[in-house]
């Protein structure tokens, strides 16, 4: 199992070189060129709501993404540190911004994920998020002499 972990200041010209980068990741790994498009705009998409949710909340620290190459299957994990809580709720150090807003644009960013990815898992809580998306990858073809 080979990883790669990028981390990058929670800033929108940064996203552009993690879409970069796991494309590339993605490409070795064995993911169809086909699909490498979906992956783009997938980490693209993953980042940018990360990005976002540290700059609403005043998070210093950076959003992460792991790109784990396994046998069969290649994940991407982009990770923030904004606290979510259910709703009711009040985590502290939390944003005090309109929550309807933010609500409305996280539920955006996660649909076009949603769309992008078959294999999709959300998680979050009072010590941030986690998007993890997969996709198939296919053994490298035989060499023939």
């Known amino acids: 199992m080979a990883t790669v972990e990028l981390r990058f200041s929670a800033l929108p010209e940064h996203v552009r070189t993690a879409r970069l980068v796991a494309a590339a990741v993605a490409r070795r790994a064995g993911v169809d060129e086909a699909v490498l498009d979906e992956v783009r705009l997938a980490v693209g998409e ?33 990770g923030d540190e904004a606290p979510r809580s259910a709703p009711g709720e009040t985590v502290p150090g939390a944003s005090l911004g309109d929550p309807d807003t933010e609500s409305d644009e ?20 009072e010590n941030g998020g986690l998007i993890r998306m997969s996709w198939p990858t296919t053994p490298p073809a035989a060499l023939v002499p």
């Open 46 to 78: 993953a980042c940018t709501r990360a990005v976002g949710l540290h700059q609403s909340s005043g998070i210093s620290a950076p959003v992460r993404v792991t790109l784990i190459e396994e046998e069969k299957q290649f994940s991407i994990e982009v």
């Open 106 to 125: 996280d539920e955006m960013g996660l649909a076009v994920i949603s769309g992008l990815v078959d294999d999709v898992e959300v998680t979050a809580g």
